[in-house]
């Protein structure tokens, strides 16, 4: 029995509530930051069907790998795995609260799945990570500001990101890397960083040479002033539903199942399809 989407709706009609990006060739992180507040607009037009993505055939044991902060830990993970498993696919997790690219200090992420690559050989790094780096970069001994160095926390902050791709999809690219953009959150701070966060994700991945994919949450959960929505709709659902948990921080779990969960598990499918029966 293969695994369907949590809500069975048509991923064409979503195609305004998340993006797919696939990468191609493309700009260092200092060229492709140049414009700064332009990469948004664009990102609203570069919508990619996800029935028309592609993979390579790629290297491992079909095994699945996530690695995340605390949605990953808390829900999303747990409930991918159960979907996942049902299939009788290989999947692990790995979710650590607090966690992200601006303190490789508290946890190096990028050191981690070096080493998650080689004990384990997944074929597929599911990433989900941002959402704690709307802060300080740490850089050696020293701090990198987002308020004082603006233009050399994002360019810092894209070379991580691409790092954390390089790593995840391996020696000749043989890994595919799926990779959930954070939510957007209450709050003038985090709505900038989250901003910039989206629109480097995006960049990277979209320019990155190896098979890599985004799930667009930020624009799922925005409305276009760049404010969080308060409810959102599952097209053949009547009514909405709530977009934030009780804590106003996290995603509700109907939220996390529609906006992540689902398009993730669709692209799983197309870089690792399920032999027919």
């Excluded at 049902?86 to 981690?112: C, I, M, N, Q, V």
């Excluded at 050696?140 to 999809?169: C, F, I, N, Q």
């Excluded at 404010?227 to 995603?251: C, E, M, N, V, Y």
């Amino acid at each position: 029995m293969r695994t369907r989407l949590h809500h069975g709706y048509n991923l064409h009609r979503m195609l305004l509530a998340f993006a797919v990006v696939c990468c191609v060739a493309g700009l260092t992180p200092e060229r492709a930051l140049a414009k700064g507040g332009d990469q948004l607009e664009r990102s609203r037009n570069s919508v990619t069907p996800i029935s028309s993505m592609k993979c390579p055939t790629l290297a491992g044991k079909g095994l699945i790998y996530a690695i995340g902060s605390s949605t990953l830990g808390s829900t999303l993970g747990p409930e991918l795995g159960r979907l996942l498993k049902k299939d009788k696919r290989k999947f692990r997790k790995w979710g650590k609260a607090s966690t992200g690219l601006a303190r490789p200090d508290y946890h190096d992420w990028a050191k981690e799945v070096r080493n998650v690559a080689k004990e384990w050989n997944p074929s597929l790094f599911l990433i989900s990570l941002g959402s704690n780096d709307f802060q300080a970069l740490k850089e050696g001994k020293k701090w990198v500001s987002p308020t004082k160095e603006p233009h050399r926390w994002r360019t810092l902050y894209a070379k991580r990101v691409d790092r954390m791709l390089e790593v995840a999809s391996g020696k000749g690219y043989g890994r595919a890397v799926i990779w959930i953009t954070p939510n957007v959150f209450k709050g003038r701070k985090p709505q900038k960083m989250g901003r910039w966060v989206h629109d480097i994700l995006l960049d990277r991945v979209k320019h990155f040479e190896g098979p890599a994919f985004i799930v667009d949450t930020y624009m799922a959960t925005t409305l276009k002033d760049g404010s969080p929505r308060k409810r959102f709709q599952i097209p053949g659902k009547t009514g909405d539903f709530p977009l934030f948990a009780s804590d106003g921080l996290h995603l509700s779990t109907r939220a996390v199942y529609s906006l992540m969960m689902d398009p993730a598990l669709e692209l799983i499918e197309r870089c690792l399809p399920l032999p027919k029966q």
